[in-house]
Structures are given as C-alpha cells and as structure tokens.
C-alpha cells in the first residue's frame, strides 16, 4: 500500500488567512492563520471561550468576518453563503428533527438541493451503511440511543458529499466508553472517505488520538499549530505545555546559551535542554523546565532532585506516583510508573531521587512573580 502524504505534500483544502472575529468590544478571534490540507484531520483544540467554536463557524459561514479571508479548496469564501460552501456539519446536539424518520433526517440536505428521489433513496442507504445504521432508517430519533443519534447526524453531514466535514465537541454528551467507541469509528469514516474534516473539543486525550495534526487555541489565539507529538513533546509555549497533557514544572536559571543549546541550573544539577524557546531570556534569568510525568524516573544513583514519596494513583496500566519535591512548582513531581508494582517499591515516606533525559525537558523563560 503506497504511503499516505504528508499533509504539507497535499493540497490545501482549507485556508484560513488573518482573519479576526468582534463581537462589540470583545475580539472573539485574533487574525487566525491556518493551512488545513485536503483530507488531513485537524483538531481546535482549547479551554471553553478560546475562540474554537467561532473559527468553525466563520468557516461554515454562519458568522461573518470582521476581517481576512477564508478559502476551501482554492475558493474564496468569506462572501459565501452556508448552503454554498459544500461543508458538512454536526453540531453538538446533533439537531435531528425529532418528526422524521432516520431516513428523512438523513436525506434533508439532499432534498433541499433537489436532488432527483431515486437518487437520494441510493445515498441515504449507502451514508446509513457507512455508520452501521441500515436496519434504522424508518426509527425516529427518540428511539435511538445517543450514540445511533450521533450516527444519523453523521451520515446526515456526509450524505452531500461535502468537501469539509466540521465537527463542534459532537461527543461531549456520551459517556467515555462510548465516546471512545465513536472516535475510533469516526477515524475510520474519515480515513476511509478522505474528507477534510476539522473538528473542535476541548478534551486533549480525544485531540491527541484522533487528529492528523492540531492547532492549540486561547484568548482567541492560535498558539501552535503541529502533530500530536510535537504538541506533547515539543511545546512552544507554557499554555501549551501546561494545557495538553500533565507536566510538572522545576525553577532553574538559564547558564548560557550557545547557538540552539541552552545550559541550565536546575535543583542540584546542569542540564543542556533545546534554546529555541528561550529567545529574548538573558543569561542568570529565571526560567521553568517542563516535563511529563512519563519522562520522570526514580533513579538508583545520582539524580537531579530528591523528594519524598507522598501518595500514590491507582490508574490501571500505570501508577502516579507523587513527590513532595520543594523546589518543584506547586512542591511536588508525579512520576508515571508503567506496571502495578509502584506502591510496593517505593511506599510513601520513601526518599527517593528523581531524574529525567534532557531531551524530555522544554525550557520557558519564568512567569513566576
């Protein structure tokens, strides 16, 4: 099977150029730029009043600019109305229309575009297969269960073969197995189609398993725009860093810097941790190292803290284990221990020491006051 492009390689399906979003006096969105290319999956990622939900919109165009322009596969659409713009949309709340059948709620896109009978009968059987919903066309909405509803506005959304299927939190009202049931289905949907899709939660673990790339967001900003694991492992920022997935933050003290490494003083060690997120902090300034639980070990020998083993978190595959380390932000390190065997090993009021690779470590100049 020949491999799938990059998405720098493909086409761009969705371009977002600086543009802005006021409500009043508020500024919703701050010139947004964003390439999204043709059957990538891209994920808005932030806190609830980011700015992700205005940006769906804008592009679905049931909000108008207040400035830049937005282009879907080439096409200028800011003047574009919503029926024109050949997207696809499930809501939230799925917004079914609770008088008619699985079928007809299906179909509606396709009959409001005069889409000859016969034809919309062929699509609504095949979108209904595609979400495993054959044996329900002719049930009403209530008689389904949240997950089959979410399946009719799925189909719904891609029976018009959109070229862009936008998604708003569409699981945020299933409970977590079932959610997790329908991400990996809809993964599979939107590889299967190839339709550029972009999708909007504020859940970092769905983001981080579902999307081709993600585009964190706050205060109406885009912050980073990357792969799930440049955004995990290569923060640009301390929101970032702190918002997608737990981390735990040690006070150092930039040394110097020599072209891309930076030396750093942290707790009773040097380390030399990557110096593009350092631009504008001087030598002897107070920085913050960030790094995942995961990243931190217990070492047998020589380490860079010592702390005391306060508590530990049962969590199935693995076990946090909580450090009361002082000179941590917040006085305390979790460190994620794969197994069950933790709590046997190192019981609380253990001393033990702490120590990380510093390549697992990203450097930001300090926010403390």
Sequence with gaps: MPAVPSPAARKVGVQIDGVTKRFGDQTALHEAWLKIAEGEFMTLLGPSGCGKTTLLNLIAGFLETDGGEIFISGRLMTETPPYDREIGVVF???????????????????????????????????????????????????????????????????????????????????????????????????????????FVTHDQSEALSMSDRIAVMSDGRIRQVGTPDEIYRRPLDPFVASFVGDVNVLPARLERRLGDVATVAVADGRMQVGAQTLDGVAPGAAVDLFVRPDAVRVAEGEGLVAGTVATHVYQGSHVDVLVDVPAARGGRITVRVPGHDAPGRWPAGTRVILDFAAEDAVAFASDAR
């Design 92 to 198: 939230q709340n799925y917004a079914l229309f609770p008088h008619m059948s699985v079928a007809k709620n299906v179909g509606y896109g396709l009959r409001m575009r005069g889409v000859p009978r016969r034809e919309i009968e062929a699509r609504v059987a095949e979108a209904l297969a595609l979400v495993k919903l054959s044996a329900f066309g002719d049930r009403k909405p209530r008689q389904l269960s949240g997950g089959q509803q979410q399946r009719v506005a799925l189909a719904r959304a891609l029976v018009i073969r959109p070229k862009v299927l936008l998604l708003d939190e569409p699981f945020s009202a299933l409970d977590k197995n079932l959610r997790g049931a329908m991400q990996v289905e809809l993964k599979e949907i939107q590889r299967k189609l190839g339709v550029t899709t972009i």
